[in-house]
């Protein structure tokens, strides 16, 4: 099978390897789609990732496809079922599992390799999060299930009203999957992104308001929401500290901060403490899933709460992968599905 394998810094090649065999309670899948992320684009970038990747390894994360072998002790999953995942699963023992914090989880399983033309999925993600993909969604749309996970985490993490004004910096395909879930959940949204195609996409997508982010766009923000007091809730989707400064600065007194993106190691921010103590301001990190999160945004996108649809922009083979991850590092289109076999 051809796989896409990282071997450092922008170094990427696609090799001929065998094709796995699934072992007990693994399930084997062949990739009918595998969405570019800004992780990965960061970890081509970068060479690796301290936590997820240490080349020379196969990457990719959010996929889906259809069921080509299953091990023993496997019944819930049977040939030729079409499937859509998650890249990880919590062990459900540790300290933070026992309180119900599985993104915490101190032994959190990942998956790799979805950049190919078969993965194997192990055992505790076959269990936990994996799921069958409904007729109601291509297997683009399905692999969007992570990626969605993520965002649903931090819309429930904040809490979030009808009616609520809410602001997002960053329209990459994170912000605009905001964008797509506060809409359905009718609260407004000001969107903000340096980039004009981008700030076009999220009008297009039913964004309230559309501002590029420069010098003053504490005060846009506040002439925008009523009575000029700020925003209720402010997502920073971008991962700068720059941003995570800057969307601390648009909530109104009792507002909450959602800080989404993650930002480079070593890397920190400043705050306004009289701000923060006299407005009673909440600033909420949050990172990855949780399994009955993921379970949620399963129902959503089967449902079509959302329609992800106009997320995808383009459609590639796997030997493309590099000329699509060069294209979101320059920030050109919003996710690219990289269609094996095609
Ligand atoms: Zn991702
Ligand atoms: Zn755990």
């Not at 999957?177 to 980039?195: H, N, P, Q």
């Not at 306004?272 to 990190?285: A, C, P, V």
Request: aromatic share 8%; net charge positive.
């Amino acid at each position: 099978m051809k796989v896409a394998i990282l071997y450092g810094k922008e170094r990427l090649r696609i090799e001929e390897r065998g094709i796995p065999v699934p072992g007990e309670g693994e399930v084997l899948v062949r990739i009918k789609a595998a969405l570019t992320c800004g992780t990965d684009a960061k970890v081509y970038l970068r060479g690796g990732h301290p936590r997820m990747i240490t080349p020379p390894s196969p990457f990719g994360h959010e996929f889906s496809g259809e069921i080509v072998k299953v091990g023993e002790k496997v019944d819930r999953w049977k040939e030729g079922m079409k499937v859509m995942a998650v890249n990880s699963a919590p062990c459900f023992s540790c300290y933070h599992c026992k309180r119900e914090e599985y993104s915490l989880c101190e032994d959190l399983l990942f998956l790799n390799g979805a950049y190919a033309e078969y993965i194997l999925i192990p055992e505790r993600i076959a269990k936990y999060n994996l799921y069958p993909l409904p007729d109601s969604l291509s297997f683009a749309e399905g692999a969007f299930l992570e990626p969605f996970a993520c965002v649903l985490h931090g819309i429930e993490k904040i809490g979030i009203k009808a009616g609520d004004w809410v602001s997002v910096i960053g329209c990459g395909p994170i912000g605009l999957l905001f964008l797509l879930i506060l809409k359905a959940k009718g609260t407004r949204v000001i969107m903000i992104d340096k980039i004009p195609a981008r700030r076009e996409k999220a009008k297009k997508l039913g964004a309230d308001l559309v501002l590029t982010g420069e010098e003053g766009l504490e005060q846009e923000v506040k002439n925008i929401t009523p009575r000029r007091k700020g925003v209720d809730i402010s997502i920073e989707a971008v991962g700068n500290p720059f941003t995570w400064e800057q969307s601390i600065r648009l909530v109104r007194k009792g507002g909450k901060v959602l800080l989404f993106g993650g930002c480079a190691p070593g890397t920190s921010v400043t705050l306004d403490t009289h701000f923060l103590h006299y407005s009673e301001i909440t600033i909420k990190g949050v990172f990855h899933h949780t399994p009955p999160i993921v379970r949620r945004a399963y129902g959503i996108l089967r449902d079509r709460i959302i329609d992800v649809q106009p997320l995808i922009t383009e459609k590639l083979p796997l030997e493309d992968l590099g000329k699509a991850l060069q294209n979101m590092l320059k920030k050109r289109g919003i996710k690219t599905a990289i269609m094996p076999g095609t």
